[in-house]
């Protein structure tokens, strides 16, 4: 496989000293087979009282293979420069916010076999580390450096979208890639092949060697060529995998250019998670009847470790919930753990870290002693701001900012987005969209999840409103914002007892989103996000958002509702009647044109009027709050869908218990809390 030939390049090496004996390593001994930019984003759609800096930076990842005979060892003391600075300078000066070369603390030695490789990672925050910045390298040693050369940033036009390892239920390990890529180019791209490098050793997983090449690369569709400005990608049986850290190398051509495009990550094998959030006390989840609404709500994750009492129980063989705390390896990455655990949360929001921003490179030091184990590493963020800075230090990030009621790193104050004055106890929805989409581009290839707003019992009166908990419309639209960005989770803040208890009014439309996110689960993990288009009337006014999430099975539509309103008097945002519309999504090539048309919600499928139009597909329908859609490339899909949406309702059914519509099992729930 050759080496990228792009006009994208990172130009950097590793510096080496072999351990114990002087260095052997000849001069260009490293070798930089390639290298991933993500540049920074900044919204123009959010407000805030400080203006934010200028997103002039970008996470870069930096693929090195020793293309020599010998071993090449690198460590803290090995000679790296970039623009003749070494990174604990440019980490001082805030040129960087973090870094991962061996220089970091907790790296240690790296020692690199022939053909092996390593991947470091630099998050550049102004320029010249970030699109269109150019600085000298200087690497190894002064007098003979195994790579000097030039560093040109600039952003991509071809680029891996989204990687996804799925696998079977009954064990851990993956065993099939979904790979996502983005042609932004002017030319077809041609899939041709694809390869992993995998460590060694698990527990060193810095110094990976490549494995055979996949045997067959299953097309999306069959579509081996991605047109110009579209998507497209592959899936492969790999085999089960490790669960370490993986470089999947793609081969490609354009323009009679054979390349290689990269990406690095966790191997996980992801699958749709539904937390509770911090379910509340341990006497909480020792209630049956507890236990019994969140699975009405589709809930199979809480943020909880080990309980005794319950996951020690019958009670948590019957109900069991994914872990998702501070896991310490010693005690949760066993074999008969694993299958139970979603991820490791220990920082908070470090953005915030009590009063005090935790600096990224801090967060990455804490956060590294989890690379050599088999547990997954989530990390919070919360302000749009800068959370460019803290981009890609965990193997799954999510965000959490609440559109109502909540506290908020916005200034809800400055948005114009209604008539009448400003509000205070709100802030507009679609700014979740807007969230998610600069979370994900700035993460890529990695999934990303969502702490979505919930009813919760602990927020208290903002901007006057006195409903302190989102309605069942603000909350629907909140979490549909997210998932039709494609999100691979959802957390929601927060179903304890207590709040399920105080906000009954939200039960049923907690159970409705549960029910649909379980139907639209399989597109999210294999898909990617397609497109987003913010339609407008005439007079400027938003109408509605536009989203769109592809994979070789069908392509979801959302269109979301962005004509409601703020009440002055109420303070909550108020949805009008459906209204008519003609909705237009442009789908991938590898899509075609549909073979069928349906809408989804968590009452079944249903008939829509639609026609395959300019590449995509038009549909008239009447609707407010959200309308979720499936073009499909086979008519087989609605029938699937529709039993598996009445496999849902049989799922309900059997648990008999209702508590948004019995007063009696709602009754139960109160009298719990009650005796606690």
Known sequence: MKNTGRTLTVLVCAVAAVVGAPCMAAPGAL??????????????????????????????????????????????????????????????????????????????????????????????????FGPGGTC?????????????????????????????????????????????????????????????????????????????PLANIAPFNGHKSIPAKDRGGFTAQTGPLPLTYAVVEVTAAAGGKEFSLWGHLRVRKESFDISGGWVGSNDALKSEAFLKTLRRFQVNT??????????????YAKYPLKYFNCLEPAQYDTDELLPRIHGVECLG????????????????????????????????????????????????????????????ADAWWKYD?????????????????????SLREMSRPMPCAYWSQGPHEGWGVYGGRKRTSPTPEELRLQAHHALSTRITSLYWFNLSLKTLVQW????DELGRVGREMRMMDDFLLEGDAYRHERVRKTDGKPDWDLNSVACPRGALLFALDLDYDADRKA???????????????????????????????ADGVHDVSWTAKDGGVEISDT????????????????????????????????????????????????NYLGGK
């Not at 003749?84 to 907790?106: I, K, V, Y």
């Not at 804490?366 to 959370?387: F, G, H, I, M, Q």
């Not at 709100?426 to 998610?436: A, K, R, V, W």
């Not at 009954?504 to 039960?507: C, E, Q």
């Open 31 to 128: 070798s930089l087979d390639g290298v991933a930019v993500a540049p920074h984003l900044m919204l123009d759609t959010m407000r805030y009282t400080k203006v934010p800096e200028p997103a002039d930076g970008a996470r870069v990842q930096l693929f090195l293979r020793n293309a020599s005979k010998e071993v090449v060892t690198v460590d803290a003391a090995s000679r790296l420069l970039f623009g003749g600075r070494a990174p604990a300078d440019l980490l001082a000066s805030g040129d960087w916010a973090w870094h991962d070369t061996p220089s970091a603390p907790q790296v240690g030695t790296l020692a690199l076999a022939p053909e092996t490789m390593t991947v470091w990672t630099f998050n550049g925050r102004k320029k010249p």
């Open 136 to 212: 000298a390298l200087a690497l190894g040693p002064e007098e003979a450096p195994w790579l000097a050369q030039d560093l040109e940033i600039a952003a991509p036009e071809r680029w891996i979208s989204a990687i996804t390892f799925l696998g079977p239920e009954a064990d851990v390990r993956p065993d099939t890639l979904v790979v996502h890529l983005a042609n932004d180019a002017a030319a077809p791209l041609e899939m041709r092949g694809c390869r992993l490098w995998l460590p060694l050793d698990p527990k060193n997983p810095r110094v990976l060697a490549a494995q055979p």
């Open 302 to 315: 809480a943020h909880m470790a080990a309980v005794p009492g319950y996951t020690d129980t019958e009670l």
């Open 349 to 408: 929001e470090p953005q915030y870290g009590g009063g005090r921003p935790v600096p990224p490179q801090e967060v990455w030091e804490k956060l590294y002693p989890y690379a050599a184990t088999r547990l997954t590493t989530t990390l919070t963020n919360s302000e749009e701001r800068v959370w460019r800075d803290y981009a890609g230090l965990s193997d799954f990030t999510h965000y959490d900012a609440y559109r109502v009621t909540a506290p908020s």
């Open 417 to 437: 987005r209604w008539t009448g004055g400003k509000i205070y106890w709100g802030s507009p929805l679609e700014t979740i969209t807007d969230m998610c989409i």
């Open 504 to 507: 009954r009014d939200t039960m």
């Open 571 to 601: 303070r909550v945002f108020q949805f009008g009647a459906p209204r008519a519309a003609v909705f237009s999504f442009p789908l991938p090539a590898y899509l075609g044109a549909p073979a069928d048309v349906f809408r989804m919600d």
């Open 623 to 670: 609707r407010s709050l959200v309308g979720i859609y499936v073009a499909a490339p086979d008519k087989e899909l609605r029938g699937r869908m529709a039993a598996e949406h009445q496999e849902l309702l049989a799922y309900e059914a059997a648990l008999n218990f209702d508590p948004a519509r019995n007063d009696a099992d709602f009754a139960e729930l109160e």
